[in-house]
């Protein structure tokens, strides 16, 4: 397989942005990012279409509670009140990461700057 030119992609995005198209997207026809798959719960064997972000997420989610994915999606299934599973196991991972960032410390950018301003003249 062959190295591409990384110049090409940065002349095509500059191409479809000339014509107000900047993720060149106009006429195309996109590709479905959801995965379909087979998983069993409570015994029995069901389907679950999800976009592969949210399959990778929920096995990082289940390695770090030290179950399998199928015990994951059970017990997500179980709590559910509403809706279809594959939005709830949505809303589960998007609830989990948004806790992992709240109990982490705010990250600082940049130190801070103190800036003095000598005084002129004498009151």
Not at 79 to 98: A, H
């Amino acid at each position: 397989m062959g190295l591409r030119d990384p110049s090409a992609s940065l002349k095509g995005v500059l191409r479809h942005h000339a014509r107000g198209d900047p993720l060149g997207l106009k006429g195309a026809r996109m590709k479905s990012l959801i995965t379909k798959r087979s998983i069993i719960i409570g015994g029995h064997k069901t389907s679950v279409s999800l976009e592969d972000a949210f399959w990778e997420a929920m096995k990082e989610i289940a390695i770090a509670r030290g179950t399998t994915l199928s015990n994951l999606v059970s017990s997500i299934d179980a709590d559910r009140e509403r809706g279809n599973l594959s939005s709830s196991i949505r809303l589960f991972v998007l609830d989990f990461y948004r806790s992992r960032l709240s109990r982490e410390p705010a990250k600082q950018t940049a130190p801070p700057v103190s800036i003095s301003i000598p005084r002129t003249g004498s009151t």
